[in-house]
T-cell receptor
């Protein structure tokens, strides 16, 4: 069972370009989370998606950022018109649906995509 | 300040010594998790402790949780150079809506010297 996969691992963009980050969850996982990590900081929650639905995007900047998790294919985090402040590591995590009784399961993280904006 | 604050920010020890890292948080939680991150790499899940648990062990790791003080500690016994990494605590707040929306601290950077 492959782990969470993210690509590309490293992405360099110039200011004003678009960045597309992909995440393939673990097999059987229908929940995907995106986090952003600035240098020397912890991860900050951005968005939580289930297949074809955005459940919680409270951590996502209102402009230029969007996320999707289509019925088929990976989850995509899209950043339009990137700026230098978008340079960070972006991590995707997946988990199965909560078990009976409401306990959520461990989140499994991908290796991250390191975005550098020149 | 944010939920899930670790202390110390940095810890430097010799191989064989024990390393203790602490985490404090602000809101009521469903669970608290510890992760390790090697420099420039992804996160590795170490251990999850639920709000109704007080202590958990996994190999050389021991985690405690005190919900009355809203704090947790991670103890790594008999440390090795390979334990050198950043360690993060992450909490799932009770208000997270039934899904695993984690709030991370800034981490403790552990250096274990041979």
């Amino acid at each position: 069972n492959a782990g969470v996969m993210q690509n590309p691992r490293h992405l360099v963009r110039r200011r004003g370009q678009e960045a597309r980050l992909r995440c393939s969850p673990m097999k059987g996982h229908s929940h995907v989370y995106w986090y952003r990590q600035l240098p020397e900081e912890g991860l900050k929650f951005m968005v939580y998606l289930q297949k074809e639905n955005i459940i919680d995007e409270s951590g996502m900047p209102k402009e230029r950022f969007s996320a999707e998790f289509p019925k088929e294919g990976p989850s995509i985090l899209r950043i339009q018109q990137v700026v230098r402040g978008d340079s960070a590591a972006y991590f995707c995590a997946s988990s199965p649906p909560p078990s009976v009784g409401g306990y959520t399961d461990t989140q499994y993280f991908g290796p991250g995509t390191r975005l550098t904006v020149l | 300040s944010q939920q899930g604050e670790e202390d110390p920010q940095a810890l430097s020890i010799q191989e064989g010594e024990n390393a203790t890292m602490n985490c404090s948080y602000k809101t009521s939680i469903n669970n608290l998790q510890w992760y390790r991150q090697n420099s420039g790499r992804g996160l590795v899940h170490l251990i999850l402790i639920r709000s109704n648990e007080r202590e958990k062990h996994s190999g050389r790791l021991r985690v405690t949780l005190d919900t009355s003080k809203k704090s947790s500690s991670l103890l790594i016994t008999a440390s090795r150079a390979a334990d050198t990494a950043s360690y993060f605590c992450a909490t799932e707040p009770s208000f997270s809506g039934g899904y695993n929306k984690l709030i991370f601290g800034a981490g403790t950077r552990l250096a274990v010297h041979p």
